[in-house]
């Protein structure tokens, strides 16, 4: 901890910006007003301070600090690198908006404990930013399980016995599998490679046998269970108890992007590509991730309560990205990257919205959205435009992020994987376009009343912003891109 | 015929030192009045105490004190060792018998049995 | 300073001689405090010999001056250092609180009989600790337990006595063993010194007594370790001993179950007796194995939270065991660490009872009820204590999962690494248990809790701090329990 750089300073205080804040927030819990901007200057510094990591990166600084030496040759430490960083400023950049909103839905929602709710927020984000720059995969771990507790108190928010026996699946299945799977596969990496660090081309070639390393494969992919890969995605769907601002932010970004994020790194840089194109574990698992994309859209269509359809959708999507890691190549990589950030700007947007049509139409079922086009035509037009996106129409950001899944996929000699992106594009215009066309094309019910009213302001502000990224990110991928072709160029890549 | 001789005759002090440390466990676990049990639990450790003064023994050896025409001495080590530890038998019997009092007091009986009944009648009437 | 060169003695020589002086002082608040300061005088006597120990290596003092092998010889090695540490330390935390957590459970007139006897608990556990003599061991591994069993016959409930009994006949089976195991040592070696016989046995390999020597010290430590299936007897005697008794006890007296065996296995037997000639690890992987998911399976279902700790105890005692019977470097850390490691949880866990049980009058499931919001400070102690139980990253209880699965793995043992996750999991159950009655549900009375008071509360809190901080930085605890290796290390 000696002679901090201030680079130094910047990766502490990553993690130390939201911890302040939710000091702040618990400590301003009588003056509401006050603990709401306090959760604001919180985000605003810390998106600030991930821009500046982000800019030192880009100048090549480097960017190192040790936190702790909890185990003898295994830091924990924070680090930069792209995949991270672009994982951080999604994360970081989205908090401002869903502090926005949850503002807006939470007040409109009359909410109890909403102190408690904003500490344990500004807690989670700093998991995530932990995550986001682990410097090794212990810390990735730590900062992991730190995020699932953090999560625990949100997801139980209201503390009936739904949210209860929610909490307990959500609980159960987190922490079982990153104990059970995760926590045993990092100390048997450790056991083969002596080291956990993420290094480019990876710690794990040459160091084990296939079957040792396709085990081990196998024990990440489903240890990380906030990837949501079937069959222990149940916890996904049972967090949408939680608060709205909750499962847009966390269950569609922070959370379930940890999972996958996670995925992707140990991919690219403990095991290496070549060493994971070489297993037959990675068939096996491509084959159970295609089958959670096709299975999880066919239960999405059935759903009724629309944010179990959203969370379903969530986990199909998830999968591609697991799938884009498995695929172990340039362009899966870029792909499973770009999707970090689409899918996080689409999904949040239709969480924000069906949000805004709880607090404002009390609506939760798909069934009840009859002619709320008309009465809200802002919130239902942004709806369309996330829903477009995600199912990859242009100009949308979405568009990008299929694109190079399925160039890696033709090109990684796994065509029938094509075939899976292309069955479940369509099942993806099943389940989600029905949403807006029933708004805006069937007439509401006779009881409804037609008078038009839109949600609060604060919350429309905040879809407005996430839709504008959805258009945005589809007209400038490039820094995307290149941020993260930076990450896999120093490899022997084609 | 020789070596099982030796086997069982040479080593008697041992055997019975083994059946002592049987039967004393054997009463311990199976009896079910308490005060059996401290009896059994006396039994075994007099076992012990066998096992270690044997040890001592050295064959035409006799006291250790030193006196003319005296060479061979058995081994006084054990045998104040074993003194340490009858100390330590009499505390625990000691303790024993006091808790069993004790018990007699609240329970009214001696039995392991009525002790179980009596406790799980308690909590029948507290549930 | 002559009187440091005296330390190892005087550790053991003070609680001694204070235990019957408490006994004689009168007055109530009295002997409280005598206690106290005894307690908190072998807690620094004890870091100073951690610090001599950690400076100068190991510490060897011949008691009244006779050279080993005549006289007996104090040894003080990191890993007796260590246990030194853990034991006064406990005490010395515990004790403050011991006049609230007794107050309403022992007979007002025997308190300062209560605090003689906790005294002369310490003074054996520090003896068990120090001496370097088979025999020696022995008369205190009795001193500690007579007073034991003392203690836990001082619980309010009567039920507590039938298990104070149990605990008596079982004890005292478990110290007959180990006084036979030396017997035999003894009889083979001529000595009673630990480094001289473990000079002979090397030249013993086949000898028969040596191998019925280690069968029955192995049992016998086995039972004062709580080793499945020689646990019967904790159970009952943790859930009615006075809550503090239970808090000490939970911190400490398996552990030195564990000294014993560690103690036996490496310094006196060997590595390779113990381990390649006898193959203990057949016996200590499937029992540690076996105790730490059947402890944590029963644990599930108590309603009574003290009993629940104490399968908790068994469970955690298993993982002990079997660090110990991995035979490598990484298990015997694991297990090393653990054994504080374990002192610190179990200790602040046991100490939320006591509050509880002190302000509500039990400490069943109903008495939780709602905890989270009546006794704020004392339920986030028992949260962060429970969380280290089950081993969640940056508490104490994580340090000794990662070595333990380590040492399985590196002994090749995948099926083992898994199962001691998996019990680490059940464990997440009994502990989520408590957490969510505590927090979601709402108390059954609307009667005015207070918080814990602070000769309760402080310790917790301290204890439950030390499991973060001991998690984050390991300096202290994996340092120590390295060099422990070291000195105990026969071909690791």
Redesign the interface.
Known sequence: MSALSSNGVLMLLAVAIPLFGAIAIVLLRRWPNAREAATLITGVALFVDVLMIACAMQGGATLNLVL?????GLP?ELTVEPLGMLFALVASGLWIVTSVYSIGYMRAHREKSQTRFYAFFAVAIAATMGIAFAGNL?TL??FY??LT?STFPLV?HY?TSAA?RA??IY??IL??TS??LF??AI??T??VAGTLEFRSGGILDGKVTGGIAGLLLVLYVFGIGKAAVMPFHRWLPAAMVAPTPVSALLHAVAVVKAGVFSILKIVTYIFGFDLVRGLDATVALQIVAAFTVIAASLIAITQDNLKARLAYSTVSQLSYIVLAALIADRAGFLGGGMHIATHAFGKITLFFCAGAILVTAHKSRVSELDGLGRTMPWTMTAFLIGSLSIIGMPPLAGLWSKYYLIEGAWFGGSAWLVAIFAISTLLNIFYLLPIPFRAFFRSARADDSLVRREAPLACLLAIGITTLGCLMLFLFPDSILELLGGAITGGALP | MIELYEFVIGHAIQWGAAALLAIGLYITMTRRNLIKKVVGLNIFQTAVFLLYIQMGYVTGGTAPIKEAGRTLYSNPLPHVLILTAIVVSVSVTSVALTLIVRIREAYGSIEEDDIVDLDASDADASA | MRLLEHLPALIVAVPLVAAPICALLLRTRFPYWFAIAVAWATFAMALLLMEQVLSQGVVVYALGGWAPPWGIVYVVDPLSAMMLVLVSGMAAIIMPGTLLGIGSEVVRRAKRFFFAVTLLVLTGMLGIVMTGDAFNLYVFLEIASLASYALVAMGSDRRSLPAALNYLIQGTIGATFILIGVGLIYMVTGTLNMADMAGRIQTLEGSRPLQAALAFILVGAAIKFALFPAHIWLPNAYTHAPSMVSAFFGATATKLGAYILIRFIYTVFGDEFAFGHMGIAWVLIPAGVAGAILGSLVAIWQNDLKRMLAYSSIAQVGYIALGIGLDNRDGLIAAIVHIFNHGLMKGALFLVMASVILRLGGANMTQFRGLGRRMPLTMACFVVAGLSLIGVPLTVGFISKWYLVLGAIEAGLWPIAILVVASSLLAVIYMWRVIEVAYFETATDNRPIKEAPLQLLLPTAALALLCVLLGISTEFTVEIASRAVVFLDVGL
């Open positions: 702790a030496r909890p185990i003898v924990l212990l771990f730590v399980e730190a507790l139980t503390g209860k909490g307990r609980l159960g922490v079982g104990i059970g926590l045993i100390i048997g450790y056991a």
